[in-house]
């Protein structure tokens, strides 16, 4: 089962953390709406498109987004996942800030073997220098699935197990983060560049050991 545990947090990618709200914090003021478009190794190839809008919180800046992300390409894995998250700026030194994130994930796969489904969260802090023009920040978080439904497939039955046991599972596992993001403009375009390592709460290593994001988005 242990196996089989690490197998579905693998392939539900409790890695993909893709782009939250937060970009870069300089820029954003209260009623700001942002579209973005991104790409990641996460620890599959994945893309994302969402939507995120500034607003002001215990007198500080808050973002909120919504983002739905699918696995590129035609692979046997049909893997998506939807994530509705914000983020605090909860200090602020000039030009050195620190943002707290925290996100609720439904997340599922589906292959040869079995289905899933999962609910989980993600929490992290940011912390870095934001300029009105560009942003170097450091990131820290951890993504847990809490909860999983698995059901296996008639042909996994047929062949290999028919007393597979099909239902909810508690505790799938999660995976930390450690890594860099940095942020540029070009015209109306803000660009951003996410990269790090990344393990399970065991400690071992995902099919890419770390994860790089590329992104594009647009405020208005």
């Given at each position: 089962?242990?196996?089989l545990?690490?197998?579905?947090v693998?392939?539900?990618?409790?890695?993909?953390?893709?782009?939250?709200?937060?970009?870069?914090?300089?820029?954003?003021?209260?009623g700001?709406?942002?579209?973005?478009?991104?790409?990641?190794?996460?620890?599959?190839?994945?893309?994302?498109?969402?939507?995120?809008?500034?607003?002001?919180?215990?007198?500080?800046?808050?973002?909120?987004?919504?983002?739905?992300?699918?696995?590129?390409?035609?692979?046997?894995?049909?893997?998506?996942?939807?994530?509705?998250?914000?983020?605090?700026?909860?200090?602020?030194?000039?030009?050195?800030?620190?943002?707290?994130?925290?996100?609720?994930?439904?997340?599922?796969?589906?292959?040869?073997?079995?289905?899933?489904?999962?609910?989980?969260?993600?929490?992290?802090?940011?912390?870095?220098?934001?300029?009105?023009?560009?942003?170097?920040?450091?990131?820290?978080?951890?993504?847990?699935a809490?909860?999983?439904?698995?059901k296996?497939?008639?042909?996994?039955?047929?062949?290999?197990?028919?007393?597979?046991?099909?239902?909810?599972?508690?505790?799938?596992?999660?995976?930390?983060?450690?890594?860099?993001?940095?942020?540029?403009?070009?015209?109306?375009?803000?660009?951003?560049?996410?990269?790090g390592?990344?393990?399970?709460?065991?400690?071992?290593?995902?099919?890419?050991?770390?994860?790089?994001?590329?992104?594009?988005?647009?405020?208005?």
């Amino acid at each position: 089962m242990k196996r089989l545990s690490l197998m579905v947090v693998m392939l539900l990618g409790v890695g993909h953390r893709e782009l939250p709200a937060q970009w870069n914090l300089a820029r954003s003021e209260s009623g700001d709406t942002r579209l973005h478009v991104s790409m990641a190794l996460d620890p599959a190839v994945i893309t994302s498109v969402g939507v995120g809008r500034t607003t002001s919180l215990f007198g500080s800046t808050a973002q909120f987004g919504l983002e739905v992300g699918v696995v590129a390409g035609d692979a046997d894995l049909r893997d998506y996942r939807v994530r509705l998250g914000g983020e605090l700026q909860v200090m602020q030194r000039g030009a050195f800030r620190v943002a707290a994130s925290a996100a609720f994930m439904t997340r599922g796969t589906s292959n040869t073997v079995f289905r899933a489904i999962n609910f989980g969260s993600d929490f992290g802090v940011t912390a870095g220098v934001y300029h009105h023009g560009w942003s170097v920040a450091g990131e820290v978080g951890f993504d847990k699935a809490i909860i999983t439904h698995l059901k296996h497939t008639q042909a996994y039955r047929d062949q290999y197990y028919e007393d597979a046991k099909d239902g909810w599972y508690l505790n799938n596992g999660g995976t930390a983060r450690l890594g860099v993001r940095m942020g540029s403009h070009i015209g109306s375009a803000e660009l951003l560049l996410r990269a790090g390592i990344m393990r399970t709460q065991g400690g071992e290593t995902l099919t890419a050991p770390g994860y790089l994001t590329l992104g594009v988005g647009f405020g208005w």
